[in-house]
């Protein structure tokens, strides 16, 4: 709380101290519920697994070592879900509820789901399954592009395929030339279904901040992109099997289905990233 606001003042001072005070202490409650509920999965862990999964703050090998493709390709720093016991996998997903919102939780959940029907599709194919995990948004994004008009269209829709993330592992510090259709030549209830899809990724993180990221991203609205690659129809209440980027000065996204399992619609590479903070080095420099 900045020191001016603890004077004595009246009116719309008042409100401001009283707003400023709750806003910080309901955002030290929630870190202090990460804190606690990393503290009481960390004592679950046995030595050996401590070990394993424990690494320095300031290890930057580490905190880029991360991959969307199957473990059998990628080995992944860590331990596995599948090694925990139900205690420790039970701690564990409390940690990762802990830091996100309710949506966001059952978006992880639905989404290790999603890879254990692959899984069972495949014969138990053993690079599939939610057990593999380490520590529906497509409906949204059809609806934007159903809102734009033919010419809009013509500007949104790619004229090449994608088949992947164009900056998913490895591809650090990497920017690529925005393209599609910019938000600025959007009408405002076009810009309101394209904030909405952005929320499904700025709403997974907790309430205490997602605030503040859509403040952010919606301030950035008119520099934002939207670019569509691939079939443009599909059924109600299904995953598309088109890929899709949302970029902007503070955001990237990407949808891409992989045919790999068999039903694209089933197996989707996704991303959300903040260019200018990736692995949150513009908040640890200060």
């Not at 090694?83 to 959940?109: H, I, M, W």
């Not at 569509?228 to 599909?234: D, E, H, M, R, V």
Request: proline share 3%; aromatic share 8%; glycine share 6%.
């Amino acid at each position: 709380m900045n020191v001016f606001l603890m004077k004595t003042i009246r009116g719309v001072g008042a409100l401001a101290l009283i707003c400023s005070s709750v806003t910080a202490a309901t955002a030290q409650t929630a870190t202090s519920r990460i804190v606690s509920a990393a503290n009481t999965f960390l004592s679950t862990l046995n030595e050996k697994q401590r070990q394993g999964m424990v690494f320095a703050f300031d290890d930057e090998k580490q905190r880029a070592n991360w991959s969307n493709f199957p473990t059998s390709f990628v080995p992944r720093a860590g331990v596995s879900l599948k090694e925990l016991n139900a205690a420790q996998r039970s701690a564990a997903l409390v940690l990762v509820s802990s830091a996100l919102s309710r949506r966001g939780f059952e978006k992880v959940e639905q989404i290790m789901e999603g890879d254990e029907v692959n899984k069972v599709k495949e014969g138990n194919n053993p690079i599939f399954g939610k057990d593999l995990y380490f520590i529906s948004k497509s409906d949204k994004a059809f609806a934007l592009l159903n809102a734009l008009d033919e010419n809009q269209r013509k500007q949104a829709i790619l004229s090449y395929r994608l088949a992947d993330l164009v900056l998913g592992p490895g591809q650090d510090g990497k920017t690529i030339q925005p393209e599609g259709l910019k938000a600025s030549a959007m009408n405002d209830r076009q810009r309101a279904i394209l904030l909405d899809l952005v929320s499904e990724w700025a709403g997974i993180i907790h309430e205490s901040a997602a605030a503040a990221r859509m403040a952010e991203l919606k301030a950035d609205i008119t520099e934002t992109w939207f670019a569509w690659s691939g079939p443009t129809t599909a059924a109600s209440g299904t995953n598309i099997t088109a890929y899709y980027r949302i970029q902007g000065p503070h955001l990237v996204i990407e949808y891409a289905p992989q045919r790999l399992g068999g039903d694209p619609s089933m197996h989707v590479h996704t991303m959300y990233r903040d260019p200018t903070n990736d692995y949150g080095r513009r908040l640890t420099a200060k």
